[in-house]
């Protein structure tokens, strides 16, 4: 089965969701209402999970070449004492890959530079999506032509919204869904300019209400994170002297890190989520991929990771099911228990990590981390990363 398709928003979901697409033969147009098609971030961990699917894409190669492999790592306390060793080799023998980190711009571009640029259409946005018939959809697309009298809106024979937690799509299919939520926590993040000394590959430290992360890049760079607890909308004039007062006293390297920062290359946002599950990933020919069907906080990496899965699954379901409509019903039994269980899950390691604020409860969790047999958090990793892409062609 061939087609036509608009792929709604060109992020880590969309691209990949027509990577996918393309390789089963069918027409794709994606639409990106930015001007530039980029991603906005730091750095990503990848997990098995997410390499998998990008296997099944064909990008999982060039993505590994390009990536950092974790073998080393864990969580900390702020003094830098260990709560938790991660076991980085046991996890790659146990899933044949291991987890790797990779900085997002370049992530992006790998996925791009696997699509024909005629297939990419930027400056472009949805502003709605209807059914013209039983087969049949329409997108609405603003990008300045209807002001010259042209028609930019596209029709195909499916539509994949892939428009991010926002999503706009999303609203119009599911009016009566809330949309998302904040969190309760804000994430400021940016790239090293320099290389830093690490000995690890990647760690998390959790404080009081606060977690500070990095990851090492394949060129000794490193992305890190400061995630806190705060209402929504809190902003800095210096972000950079924020964090560096934050964690100030807080374990090497991450004075080093924020050192190896420039103040404009840090970036600012509120993390929203969907806490409540759409009902449906489809509706009619319309299919919801990434963060604009299970936008999820960030607290185990893996939004990007299932985002891919979506793409990979939607693919197999599509190449091998014998109508559109059959296809999309998989994709939705597939892909909702799986992705919906992950979000509450990251909902739950959030609560339990970075945003436990009282002293007994932070105190009773350290101790309940350093007395767990080492095979525990190896374990819990493999909870969400063991996943199989499902097989076509
Ligand atoms: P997006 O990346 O949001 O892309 C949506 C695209 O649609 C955008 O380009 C947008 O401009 C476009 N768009 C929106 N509306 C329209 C419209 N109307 N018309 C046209 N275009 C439109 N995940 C991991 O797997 N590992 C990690 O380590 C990890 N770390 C994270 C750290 C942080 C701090 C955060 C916030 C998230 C993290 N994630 C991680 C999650 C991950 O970033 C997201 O799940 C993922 O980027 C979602 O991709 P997406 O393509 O679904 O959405």
């Known amino acids: 089965m061939g087609g036509s398709a608009v792929v709604v928003g060109g992020g880590i979901g969309g691209l990949a969701a027509a990577i996918g697409l393309r390789l089963i033969g069918w027409e794709v147009t994606v639409v990106e209402r930015a001007e530039v098609l980029s991603d906005v971030g730091a750095g990503i961990s990848l997990h098995a999970n997410g390499i998998h699917a990008l296997d099944a894409l064909g990008l999982g190669e060039a993505v590994r070449a390009a990536a950092r492999p974790q073998y080393t790592g864990g969580t900390r306390t702020p003094s830098g004492s260990w709560l938790a060793r991660m076991d980085g080799a046991a996890l790659a ?200 069907a299970h936008a999820m906080t960030p607290h185990l990496g893996q939004g990007a990771c299932q985002a891919l899965e979506d793409a990979a699954t939607l693919t197999a379901a599509l190449a091998t099911e014998p109508t559109v409509e059959s296809a999309l019903a998989r994709y939705d039994a597939e892909r909702r228990p799986r992705s919906q269980s992950v979000a509450r899950a990251a909902r739950r390691a959030g609560r339990m990590g970075q945003q436990l604020t009282h002293p007994l409860a932070v105190a009773a969790r350290n101790t309940a981390l350093r007395l767990a047999p080492s095979g525990v958090t190896v374990r819990a990793v493999l909870q969400h990363a063991d996943w199989t892409p499902p097989a076509w062609g």
């Open 93 to 292: 023998r146990a899933l044949g890959t291991p987890i790797v980190g990779i900085p997002r711009a370049e992530l992006h571009r790998l996925l791009r530079a696997a699509l024909p640029s005629e297939c990419l259409r930027v400056g472009a946005e949805a502003t709605d999506v209807e059914h013209t018939g039983t087969t049949r959809v329409r997108v609405s697309v603003d990008d300045g032509s209807l002001r010259s009298g042209l028609d930019a809106n596209l029709e195909a024979d499916l539509v994949v919204a892939a428009d991010g937690v926002n999503s706009r799509l999303r609203g119009r299919l599911f009016p009566r869904h809330p949309g998302p939520v904040y969190s309760g926590s804000t994430v400021l993040r940016a790239i090293t300019e320099q290389p830093v000394a690490s000995r690890t590959d990647f760690e998390l430290t959790w404080g009081r209400g606060a977690e500070f992360g990095h990851i090492a890049f394949r060129d000794g760079r490193a992305e890190w994170h400061a995630v806190l607890n705060s209402p929504p909308g809190v902003r800095h004039a210096d972000a950079l002297a924020a964090v560096r007062s934050r964690f100030a006293d807080w374990h090497a390297p991450i004075p080093a890190l924020l050192e190896a920062t420039r103040p404009d290359a840090v970036l600012h946002h509120d993390i929203h989520e969907l806490t409540t599950p759409l009902p449906a990933y489809t509706a009619g020919r319309v299919a919801l991929l990434g963060d604009a």
